[in-house]
T-cell receptor
């Protein structure tokens, strides 16, 4: 079984400042890793994912995450945030051996301060 | 391309009344389907998932049930709602690489 820990429930950041949202996972097997974003009153949207290959993955809106196997982490970063990045962010993990389920973290609410 | 729809988008129901939330997926066949609940200020809780018609796995014992009468249809039901059933319900399907895609969500308020 896998588990996901998002260490920060809320992160306030000034506009144009950098941000890092932390995600750690535990699993006894190799994993796929995901970040989802939920804007107010909407469903979850896939932001980015790591399946294999390069450990650094990027989204179209400037976010990136790096898979670190030794530290079992998949932190989400953005060098300069915008007001429109205000949302809740969920990290998720799935093992690669045909498991039908994703395990989600409890979410991090990112608030951008003008 | 694949799309997922769920309805109704919002629902206000009295305690003890029945519930039916529907979800359909288009553009794929035999998908894994999921129902999640997100209570206010809390994370995602997996309620049910299905790997095929008539195959339902329950993750949390409660007064909700799920059914999959057709390949791309997934229904969440209750015979008698409780106040604690209030929340945001999300249907989802799984693509390759275990990637899950969510519907728009349904807000349920039990009063």
């Amino acid at each position: 079984a896998q588990s996901v820990t998002q260490l920060d429930s809320q992160v306030p950041v000034f506009e144009e400042a950098p941000v890092e949202l932390r995600c750690n996972y535990s699993s006894s097997v190799s994993v796929y890793l995901f970040w989802y974003v939920q804007y107010p009153n909407q469903g979850l949207q896939l932001l980015l994912k790591y399946l294999s290959g390069s450990t650094l993955v990027e989204s179209i809106n400037g976010f990136e995450a790096e898979f670190n196997k030794s530290q079992t982490s998949f932190h989400l970063r953005k060098p300069s945030v915008h007001i429109s990045d205000t949302a809740e962010y969920f990290c998720a993990v799935s093992d690669i051996f045909g498991n039908e389920k994703l395990t989600f973290g409890t979410g991090t609410r990112l608030t951008i301060i003008p | 391309s694949q799309t997922i729809h769920q309805w109704p988008a919002t629902l206000v129901q009295p305690v003890g009344s029945p519930l039916s939330l529907e979800c359909t997926v288009e553009g794929t066949s035999n998908p894994n389907l999921y129902w999640y609940r997100q209570a206010a200020g809390r994370g995602l809780q997996l309620l049910f998932y299905s790997v095929g018609i008539g195959q339902i796995s329950s993750e949390v014992p409660q007064n909700l049930s799920a059914s999959r009468p057709q390949d791309r249809q997934f229904i969440l039901s209750s015979k008698k709602l409780l106040l604690s059933d209030s929340g945001f319900y999300l249907c989802a399907w799984m693509s390759s690489g275990n990637t899950i895609y969510f519907g728009e969500g349904s807000w349920l308020t039990v009063v």
